[in-house]
C-alpha cells in the first residue's frame, strides 16, 4: 500500500511534499497545503484523520516529532500484526525513524525508503536489524512462501540471543542462505529427520522449519518452532457436478493431514477444462486465495498415473483427472513422476470428489517480479540520484560487476537490511548477470541490476531489454524501471569545467563487440565533422593499439593544443583530472577507468578549465569564446 504523509506544520509540509513525490499516488494531509496538487488535501481534525487512516491500515508516514506521534496513535495500539506501519520524519529531514509495524507490517522497508529518498540513515531498533540478522518473521516474504504455526517470537529470541537454532529446510529457494552472516548460532541445514540429541555439547534452543511438511513432534524438548511453507503443492481434484466447497476443503484436509503435508505450502488446485465452471471448486479457491489450473482432457489423457479409471474415461476422456492433472501443475510435463500423494475418494450428500498431491520443484509465487535497470553514476555515494537510492533500497536482490557492489556497500550497510541478496560477478559476465537477473525477476522477485555511469549507456540496461526481448517479453511481466544515473563523460565534464556546451558524440574503443573496423570509420566521422569527443574503454593490459590510431584520427582535423581531458577514477579517492592537448597527451597514463574528452575546434583551456563554447565563432572574431 501507499503511505499517507501527514505534516501538521506550514515547515512540515514542504518536505511532505519531497517525500509524496517520491511514491506516486501516495496522499499528502496537512492543515497548510503549500500548493495546490495531486493527493494534497487539508485536513481540520488530526486525531481524526490518524483514526481513519487507522482502520485502513494506512501506512502513516509523520513529519512530526515522536512525542506527539506517540500521543496520537497510543489509543490506537492494539497488535503487532494488525497495527499498520508509523515512520517518523523530523521537520529537517534528517532522522528517518520505523515507531511500529516493522517486519510483518512492512514499516522497516518504508522506513528505509524514506531515508534513501532523503539521503539519511534509516533508525531500526529491532535486535534483528541492530545485529544483521534475517527477520525470522519475514524471511519467506520475497519468495512468496506462507506463515504456518509457530512460535516466532521465541525463534527470534533465540536467533538475536546467538542461541543455537537447527534450520531445516526440505524445499524451496535457499536464497536466503547467500547472504547470511557466519553465525555461530545457525546449523544450517539439518537433516528432515533430525534428532536432538541431549548429550550435544550445544543442543538447539529453538527449530526454524522450512519446508511443506509439518515438523517432528519436539513438545518433549518444549522448543519454540517457527514454520515457513514454501508453495509446492498441487492439489489435484475430480469431482461430480455439485460437489461443495465444503466437501472439497474436507477432503484436502483429510488428505494433507494424513501425509503430513502444510495446508499453507498449496500452491494452487488443477483439474479437467470440464470443470472451470464448478461452483464448488471455484469457491474453494477464492476461500484460500489459490489459483486453479485447467488441463483439457488429452493433455491429462498423455499423463501417466498409478490409478486409471475405465469409468473416469468414458465419462470425461481421460482415464485421470486428480492424479495427471497435480503432475501437470506441478511441472507442466506429462509423465514427470512428481506424484505424491495417490488419489483418494470422498463423499457427502452433494456428491463425490477426488483428491491427490503433487510436489513442484519449484514454489510457487503469487508475486509480480519488478526489474531495476540503475545507474549509480561515477563512484561516490553522492553522485547516485535519490530516484535510484530509493530503488536499491527496495530490492530484493542487487546484481552486478562486482566491482561496482563494492562502491555502494557503505550505503547497503547504512540501511541495516541483512534480507537483502547481492550478488557480485566479474567484469566478463554481463550476459549471465542479464539472464540471471530476468529468471530472478521472472520467480516474482524484485531485482536491481546496476551499472556505474548511467545504466543505458555503454551499461546493462540494453543488455537485459535484449535478453528479454529474446524471451518474446510481453513488456510487462516482469515489469522494467530503469533509474538513470551520471556517466562518465557528463562527471568528466563536470569535473574539468564545461567542454560539452556544443554537438559531442561517444566512442567506445573496446572490440569485444563492436568490429574494430566499424569503430575506425566512427573515429574518422567524428574527428572531421568536428564533434567533441569522449572514448569510453580506451585502452586495456592487452588492448593497447587503438588509442594510438584515434589521436593519430583526431591529430589530423584538430589543432595542436586542442583541450583534451583525462579523467580518471572518478569521484573515487584515487581520482585524477588532467587537461592537456592533442599534441602532449601521454597515452601511458590511459587505461580502463579513464574516460577521455577531446575538444572540437573552438574548445579553449582558460586557467585550468576546459570549455566550449555554445556557438561557432563568427567570421569577424577569431579568438576564442568570442
Not at 501516495?26 to 481534525?45: A, I, R
Not at 562486482?402 to 562502491?407: D, K, N, P, R, V
Request: with cysteine; proline share 7%; glycine share 8%.
Amino acid at each position: 500500500m501507499l503511505p499517507v504523509v501527514i505534516a501538521p506544520t506550514a515547515r512540515a509540509s514542504q518536505l511532505a511534499l519531497r517525500i509524496q513525490a517520491g511514491f506516486p499516488g501516495s496522499e499528502l494531509w496537512t492543515k497548510h497545503p503549500p500548493s495546490e496538487g495531486t493527493g494534497v488535501h487539508k485536513y481540520d481534525n488530526l486525531g481524526a484523520l490518524v483514526s481513519r487512516q487507522w482502520t485502513e491500515r494506512s501506512p502513516l508516514v509523520f513529519v512530526l516529532a515522536t512525542g506527539a506521534i506517540v500521543r496520537l496513535i497510543a489509543p490506537l495500539l492494539k497488535d503487532k500484526t494488525t497495527d499498520p506501519p508509523v515512520i517518523a520524519v523530523d521537520e529537517t529531514g534528517r532522522y528517518v525513524q520505523c515507531l511500529c509495524g516493522g517486519h510483518g507490517a512492512g514499516g522497516h522497508t518504508l522506513t528505509r525508503s524514506v531515508a534513501a529518498l532523503l539521503g539519511v540513515e534509516p533508525i531500526l531498533t529491532t535486535a534483528s536489524e541492530s545485529q544483521n540478522i534475517v527477520p525470522v518473521d519475514t524471511l519467506g516474504d520475497p519468495y512468496g512462501w506462507r506463515r504456518g504455526d509457530g512460535d516466532w517470537l521465541g525463534v527470534a529470541r533465540a536467533l538475536t540471543s546467538y542461541e543455537t537454532v537447527a534450520t531445516v529446510q526440505t524445499c524451496g529457494w535457499k536464497l536466503w542462505l547467500e547472504n547470511l552472516p557466519d553465525w555461530n548460532s545457525f546449523v544450517a541445514l539439518a537433516p528432515v529427520d533430525f534428532e536432538l540429541d541431549p548429550e550435544d555439547p550445544n543442543p538447539a534452543e529453538a527449530v526454524l522449519w522450512i519446508s511443506d511438511r509439518h515438523p517432528p513432534n519436539l513438545g518433549h524438548r518444549n522448543l519454540p518452532i517457527a514454520c515457513w511453507h514454501p508453495r509446492t503443492l498441487w492439489i489435484g481434484v475430480g469431482c461430480e457436478r455439485g460437489a461443495s466447497a465444503e466437501l472439497l476443503s474436507q477432503s484436502i484436509d483429510t488428505v494433507l493431514q494424513k501425509a503430513g503435508l502444510a495446508k499453507e505450502a498449496i500452491a494452487g488446485l488443477a483439474s479437467l477444462d470440464l470443470k472451470k465452471d464448478e461452483a464448488g471448486l471455484l469457491e474453494l479457491a477464492q476461500q484460500w486465495d489459490v489459483t486453479i489450473q485447467f488441463y483439457d482432457a488429452d493433455t491429462l489423457k498423455a499423463v501417466t498415473v498409478p490409478n486409471p479409471s475405465a469409468v473416469v474415461e468414458q465419462a470425461v476422456g481421460t482415464p485421470a483427472v486428480a492424479e495427471a492433472a497435480c503432475q501437470m501443475a506441478a511441472s507442466e510435463e506429462a509423465g514427470s513422476q512428481a506424484l505424491l500423494v495417490e488419489k483418494s475418494t470422498f463423499r457427502d450428500k452433494s456428491g463425490a470428489c477426488t483428491v491427490a498431491v503433487a510436489r513442484s520443484p519449484v514454489e510457487y509465487t503469487s508475486r509480480t517480479g519488478e526489474m531495476y535497470l540503475i545507474g549509480i553514476g561515477p563512484g561516490a555515494l553522492d553522485q547516485i540520484t535519490p530516484a535510484a537510492q530509493q530503488a536499491l533500497s527496495r530490492c530484493d536482490v542487487l546484481i552486478g560487476y562486482e566491482l561496482y557492489l563494492s562502491l555502494i556497500r557503505p550505503l547497503l550497510d547504512s540501511w541495516k537490511n541483512p534480507q537483502q541478496v547481492t550478488e557480485g560477478t566479474p567484469i566478463t559476465k554481463e550476459r549471465y548477470r542479464a539472464e540471471r537477473a530476468i529468471s530472478l525477476a521472472q520467480k516474482g522477485l524484485t531485482v536491481g541490476v546496476i551499472s556505474s555511469g548511467d545504466c543505458g549507456i555503454y551499461a546493462m540496461a540494453g543488455l537485459v531489454l535484449e535478453c528479454l526481448a529474446q524471451q518474446n517479453w510481453d513488456g510487462h511481466t516482469p515489469s522494467v524501471t530503469t533509474y538513470p544515473g551520471i556517466t562518465a563523460l557528463q562527471a568528466a565534464a563536470a569535473r574539468a569545467g564545461a567542454p560539452l556546451m556544443h554537438d559531442f558524440c561517444a566512442i567506445s574503443l573496446s572490440d569485444l563487440l563492436t568490429p574494430w573496423e566499424v569503430i575506425q570509420k566512427r573515429l574518422q566521422a567524428a574527428a572531421s565533422a568536428d564533434f567533441v569527443v569522449a572514448l569510453y574503454n580506451p585502452k586495456s593490459k592487452t588492448r593497447v593499439s587503438q588509442i594510438a590510431y584515434a589521436f593519430d584520427q583526431f591529430r589530423q582535423w584538430r589543432l595542436p593544443d586542442t583541450p583534451v581531458i583525462v579523467a580518471r577514477s572518478l569521484y573515487r579517492p584515487d581520482e585524477t583530472i588532467t587537461i592537456t592537448t592533442v599534441r602532449d597527451v601521454d597515452l601511458d597514463t590511459i587505461d580502463m577507468v579513464t574516460v577521455v574528452i577531446i575538444g572540437n575546434r573552438t574548445t579553449f583551456n582558460h586557467q585550468g578549465i576546459a570549455i566550449t563554447p555554445r556557438g561557432y565563432p563568427s567570421p569577424e572574431t577569431s579568438e576564442p569564446g568570442k
